[in-house]
């Protein structure tokens, strides 16, 4: 069975660091491309970052463009972000997600974590 | 950045409607396109990827149609776990971005 479970949330003043964990288990973690989301309290999803399967390219939101940056550790199926000069507004349920090549070009995030909670505040 | 709107933002349905939500991007993104199921509290659950094809284990009452800029979701007979928010997700290009959302309740 394909699981995700995301780690590292919490209470963070704002311009602290915070790291999140996603560890994969039930397929083969290297062979996929990896992405972060988020959801800020009552608004809308936002796609945050991915990674390709060996870590050599990486794509972000310009939201957190240099202040995020998206990690992989195939030998331990794990995705990380690790997340600096945290603002309120990054104050969000963060969420990694597997991104499924069907062929033909056709892909989809097709399994998600449960969500890590991460909030921002003084 | 590629915009994506929805309409309508909130529906009122009984169970057995037909329901339909439609996704419009502000540029062409072919058949880049998936629906996506959110509950409270819950992560997003894919329906429909590659803006037609039904994802594995979802029921055949949800079914997805369009291509290019026009997007429908439908919900040929509304069924009670289907009052949710329904989102639309264009992974045609960089940075992949969600319609804001239908809300589809219990009228």
């Known amino acids: 069975e394909v699981q995700l479970v995301e780690s590292g949330g919490g209470l963070v003043q704002p311009g602290g660091s915070l790291r999140l964990s996603c560890a994969a288990s039930?397929?083969?973690?290297?062979?996929?491309?990896m992405n972060w989301f988020r959801q800020a309290p009552g608004k809308g999803l936002e796609w945050l970052a991915n990674i390709r399967q060996d870590g050599s390219e990486k794509f972000y939101v310009d939201s957190v463009k240099g202040r995020f940056t998206i990690s992989r550790d195939n030998a331990k199926n794990s995705l990380y972000l690790q997340m600096n000069s945290l603002r309120a507004e990054d104050t969000a349920v963060y969420y990694c997600?597997?991104?499924?090549?069907?062929?033909?070009?056709?892909?989809?995030?097709?399994?998600w974590g449960q969500g890590a909670q991460v909030t921002v505040s003084s | 950045a590629i915009q994506m709107t929805q309409s309508p933002s909130s529906l009122s349905a009984s169970v057995g409607d037909r329901v339909t939500i439609t996704c419009r991007a502000s540029q062409d993104i072919r058949n880049d396109l998936g629906w996506y199921q959110q509950k409270p509290g819950k992560a997003p659950k894919l329906l429909i990827y590659y803006a037609s094809r039904l994802q594995a284990g979802v029921p055949s009452r949800f079914s997805g149609s369009g291509s290019g800029t026009d997007f429908t979701l439908t919900i040929s007979s509304l069924q009670p776990e289907d009052f949710a928010i329904y989102l639309c997700?264009?992974?045609?290009?960089?940075?992949?971005?969600f319609g804001p959302g239908t809300k589809v309740d219990f009228k």
């Open positions: 997700l264009q992974d045609h290009s960089y940075p992949f971005t």
């Open positions: 039930g397929f083969t973690f290297s062979t996929y491309w």
């Open positions: 997600a597997r991104r499924y090549f069907y062929g033909s070009g056709s892909y989809s995030f097709d399994y």
